[in-house]
């Protein structure tokens, strides 16, 4: 399964983003160079985010970004 590389920006309500596929890759490595260099070339102004994902194809790939997490419950002791 390859390796997408998205760049994400926030669409017209939070449940809605705009996804980008940038590039894909085979490798985990070749994806995460690319996306960290990506990154650093990005203005300060830029509000998109880049992201690497794991899936069988493109259509897999924009479900699980466009999926809704819940956020992690923090115990005690990571407060």
Do not use: C, H
């Not at 160079?33 to 924009?62: G, V, W």
């Amino acid at each position: 399964m390859p390796y997408y590389v998205y760049r994400i920006a926030s669409g017209p309500s939070k449940l809605v983003k705009q996804l980008e596929v940038v590039k894909e890759f085979e490798g985990y490595k070749e994806a995460k160079d690319f996306a960290k260099d990506t990154r650093a070339a990005q203005s300060p102004d830029e509000t998109s985010t880049i992201k690497i994902i794991f899936a069988a194809n493109e259509l897999e790939a924009d479900e699980l970004l466009q999926e809704k997490r819940e956020a992690p419950i923090l115990r005690e002791w990571e407060k």
